[in-house]
């Protein structure tokens, strides 16, 4: 289920461990940020799509509706760290405003 | 889209038999078809590579391309009769539970001519209330109780027409009363149609026909949701007659009634019977669910075996899919010569390609002596599933969900049918699935939302082509038998072999198969669990309704949804159904550890235990290290240790002579203890705080000279192929099979 957790100034510092370690071992409070940004509904999320199987995947937005296909941006990662930092930011973003550099 | 996408009769076959591939071709004109034989499905550069062998078989030629489709959603149909020619005047009634009253205009009892545009219709309107529709090829005329039902409530609803007066009356009654709640009424008035017409149609319940040509019925507004006792009498009855109806066919009734269908009778099969004397009996077709509890469940009574008329509801689902009915495109009679293993049909048209698995068994005598059983159960569970498309995925997976073509294809068209791991369009579980369909899931090259971060992101059937490429590589004799044959032939199917292994999920289990492992452990089989989370789930396979797996995800467990009260029993046998640890055979008695955690991002290493030094279990560790970290290499999420994970727990059935030769450690906080291992809620259940979050590899001894070894990991077989198959992960399997093939006592 959804987190009902808001983001807080003092969770900026996890920003950089999750540049670093996207996926893997987290403190509790980058976990806690992460149940928030990956635990949204189905509707608006970001997923993956396979481009090229191991080399290209391309970012997709779902629909949360049944039947409704999935919508292809125009974004394309060549690895999957950096897609998990990007989609990061964009919800940092979404849900405190402040653009992550 | 996909363009090419098929399905097979029968998933496995000894030589002589035959095989009957069915293809959907939609564009390209023509495809290439041949049989090959499977070895690593994962096309991973970092792997072992992707391998199969055209094998040389009447099937390799080009094909002329034609577009098949599925006609999702379940209903009754009841064969036209001239019995439906006293319909003139009428009463249609029965009971029904509405799950989405709000989708649009959907029949609940209709017999009508689309083409004669004459019949007529109890439904739910486009406003969520009951209808009558009635049509006589000159006009149509529907009349409305114009009242909201209410989603997941009991209505008794119907409507009746006098031919003479030309009043039509229709009218639900909700079973419960709630103050303020105007969800029951009826309408009454006066139509210029003059009757339901003299048609030959079927009746058709649970959908509203559009086009019937011969015995097939296409339809349109699927019914979601219960419907129970649907009677039809050929004259106006007055309310105690209806009433009287609810519960059965009173004798004073007996010449009014055209058909009183009782869904409680032939439960497990697909078979409807009308208990009036007209015998107007059908068929169900998409399989809706039966064994479902009806309008007059009390809760004290559990078991619909015990007294079925209190199951005498189905439930619809717009979007179930039992068979997809395509013609068949080519035939493959396994030749003498193909020896067992596991094959395909791959179809290529241009840059399209489709494979269509199947296993082939050994002819009788010829049989190896190592069995690799192929968990066709299990691949049938997951089954398109649409995992990824849920809210939660990227939770459980602590990384973004990666989509292979084969998903964003399910995604979209829903036609191609559910699996338990999904809810219907209604939210209520998914409890039967078939492999009568493209299972989109269930080939080689596909990458799965399962299948951990980066690597080769494998699941099941393609994971499982990693233990193939590894027998194939270390030069190991086997044969591919599959759950299916386990379940049909019981130990016949594994009498022959002294080591069995399993895949990497084995996890689904009819209680066919289960005893049939059982007696060849008895007698002294040696088994091999090269997976996690093997022997959890109870199903149930019919002879009845062939292709098809039952489950109910009742009591706990890791479950996608919730079974119902009162819903626990099998439809198909009969059985409880959920866990087998519920079930008084718990999976710690199979391969001596069960379920304990799960976690879709990184997978992890073992460490050796004090029992791997003891000298009864030394030949498994030959030339592994002491201090040796074991799997801390792979392609499923980088380690051996990985995705699902079994503990060795005494307290639930873990043989007293059980070695912990080695445990699993340092897992991320994204693997979690399993609900049905914990009672109460704290803090502390992810991998790095909880310590029942690990993989235990264990050895023990069974009854005349048999043996048990286990990984207890999903991502062991992920392993076998690092650098080069020399590892410590491959090394180990390989001492275990080498020792377990030899006779000697331990």
Known sequence: ?101 | MLKLTGYSDRIYARPGQTIEFKVNCDGPKTYQADIVRLICGDTNPDGPGFKETLVRTDVSKRYKGRKQVIHAGSRVIIPDSEVFDRLDSFTVQAMIWPTTPDKGEQGLIVRGSPRARAGFGLMIDANGAIALRLADGKCMETVSTGRKLLERHWYFVGATFDAKTRRLSVFQEPLEIFPGVRDGGSARRTVKVRGPGAVRAPLVMAAMPTRIAGDQVFATGHYNGKLDSPRLADRVLDAAEMEALKTGLPASLETAVLAAWDFSLGIGTEQISDISPNRLDGNTLHMPVRGMTGWNWDGETMDWKSDPGQWSAMHFHDDDVYDAAWETDFLLTVPARMKSGLYAARLRAGSHEEYIPFAVSPAPGKEKKIAFLLPTASYMAYANHHVGCTGATELQNGCLAVYSPQDVHLHQYREYGLSPYDTHSDGSGVCYTSRLRPVLNMRPKYQSVLGGFKGSTLWQFNADTHLVDWLEAMKFGYDVITDEELHDRGLEALKPYRTVLTGSHPEYWSPEMWEGLDAWKRRGGRFMYMGGNGFYWKVAFSAETPGIMEIRRCETGIRAWPAEPGEFFNSQDGGYGGLWLRNAHPPQTVGGTGFSAQGFDLSSYYVRKPDSFRPKVSFIFKGVGKNERIGDFGLIGGGAAGLELDRAAPELGTPPNTYVLATSVDHTDVYMLVPEEFLETAPGLGGQECPQVRADMVFFETLNNGAVFSTSSISWCGSLAHNNYRNNVSRITKNVLKRFLDPKPF
């Open chain 1, 1 to 101: 289920m959804p987190s009902s957790y808001k983001i807080q100034p003092e969770d900026r510092p996890f920003i950089e461990e999750m540049r670093k370690t996207p996926v893997g071992h987290h403190s509790p409070g980058l976990n806690r940020v992460l149940t928030l940004l990956r635990g949204e509904p189905t509707e608006g999320k970001e997923v993956l799509v396979i481009e090229e199987p191991h080399k290209k995947w391309r970012l997709g937005i779902c629909a949360g509706e049944r039947g409704t296909p999935i919508r292809l941006t125009k974004k394309v990662f060549d690895d999957l760290e950096e897609a998990e930092w990007y989609v990061f930011k964009r919800r940092w973003k979404k849900h405190t405003g402040e653009t992550i550099r």
